[in-house]
């Protein structure tokens, strides 16, 4: 089994929260990137990271139900309501999502990251 590997989408895409991350030895990537845009579409980052083997992560609650209906083979989609997280919470459970699941885990899948809270 592969650890998961994590696209930070535009909205979620902070460099502390990535330095942090990729700093415990995880695979994570951020918006914008060589391969996505800083004004790349909700539906082009799910895709995006889709085609990179990534879950993706996101506060964009609303547009990703949507779009995990509308592509339903997408990499995984982790959601959170970004006002009740400090950056320090989203570290912990991000390294915790990332650390105890499997990439084969998350195809298809759109959870919330509270199931991962200390």
């Given at each position: 089994m592969s650890k998961p590997r994590l696209h930070l989408?535009?909205?979620?895409?902070?460099?502390q929260l990535h330095n942090a991350l990729v700093g415990r030895g995880h695979d994570v990537t951020r918006t914008p990137n060589p391969w996505m845009h800083l004004d790349a579409s909700d539906e082009a980052q799910l895709l995006g990271a889709a085609a990179q083997g990534r879950c993706i992560f996101t506060f964009n609650i609303a547009d990703s139900a949507r779009l995990?209906?509308?592509?339903?083979?997408?990499?995984?989609?982790i959601l959170a309501a970004q006002s009740k997280w400090t950056l320090r919470q989203l570290i912990a459970a991000l390294d915790r999502v990332l650390s105890e699941t499997d990439a084969e885990d998350w195809s298809g899948q759109l959870r919330w990251l509270n199931s991962w809270r200390g």
């Open positions: 989408d535009a909205d979620a895409s902070s460099k995990a209906q509308r592509h339903p083979r997408h990499g995984g989609i």
